[in-house]
């Protein structure tokens, strides 16, 4: 199992005011950038990213068609801690709608570039052990069902490590955590493709990104998608 904690905190602001615009009938680009810039340093000060993956055997009960020409599986779980949440119930609470929404997409696309990091270690590791990867498969897009999230938190269920736990069954807290796998095999092309939006089932996320040649990396600066 490796665990990294080295993570940089990189938002790019013009994506992340543009999504909020998107939501609702917002104040003007000027007015969110202020509160963006005074947002930043309490998303710096206040998150604490973790990202953990293991490779391991597939399990022969695990039967989702994309993994059916690999012979491993690389578990991952990241978080950035639940700090951010807590300031953005805050906010809410103190009627601040729009700093509130502001500060919870922040903390997303922070959770979505440490993903993205992430990925960029499982890459070197699993080259130089020989192995190509699948797309992310996450639980709940469609593959695998929501409640595999559970399966894939024991995997690291050292308390020592991480406070990351399964609550109502099959979310995650804290809020801004993230679960998933890719598939590995000899056989399969080297990748450095994290995540295909296409095949993703989520087509409510704000930060899908379906507009690229298939024969281009979908995400040249793997900015805000996870």
């Known amino acids: 199992m490796k665990i990294v904690s080295d993570f940089k905190l990189k938002l790019n602001k013009k994506n992340i005011i543009e999504t909020v615009q998107s939501y609702c009938q917002t104040p003007q ?34 039967k989702i068609n994309s993994l059916k020409e ?31 929404i502001l500060l919870d997409t922040m903390a997303s696309s922070y959770l979505f570039h440490v993903s993205s990091d992430l990925f960029d270690k499982i890459c070197l590791d699993s080259h130089e052990l020989g192995l190509g990867l699948t797309c992310k498969i996450a639980p709940g ?11 894939i938190v024991d995997i690291f269920r050292n308390d020592d490590i991480h406070s990351i736990r399964v609550v109502n069954d099959c979310m995650l807290y804290p809020a801004k955590s993230m679960s998933y796998i890719y598939g590995a095999d000899s056989e399969l092309a080297y990748n450095n493709k994290d995540h295909s939006c296409e095949d993703c089932n989520n087509v409510f996320c704000k930060m899908r990104n379906i507009n690229f040649k298939s024969q281009k990396p979908i995400f040249e600066d ?3 998608c996870a």
């Not at 690389?74 to 103190?94: N, P, Q, W």
Request: proline share 4%; aromatic share 12%; glycine share 6%.
């Open 29 to 62: 680009y000027e007015e969110l950038s202020k509160m963006y810039d005074d947002l930043f340093p309490y998303l710096i000060n206040n998150s604490t990213p973790l990202g953990m993956y293991k490779i391991d055997r597939k399990p022969t009960e695990l």
């Open 70 to 100: 690999c012979s491993s599986i690389v578990y991952c779980l990241v978080t950035i801690g639940d700090e951010s949440c807590k300031k953005v119930e805050s906010l809410f609470a103190e009627g601040k709608f729009f700093e509130a």
């Open 141 to 151: 897009d469609g593959e695998i069902d929501l409640e595999y999230q559970k399966e």
């Open 222 to 224: 793997k900015e805000d």
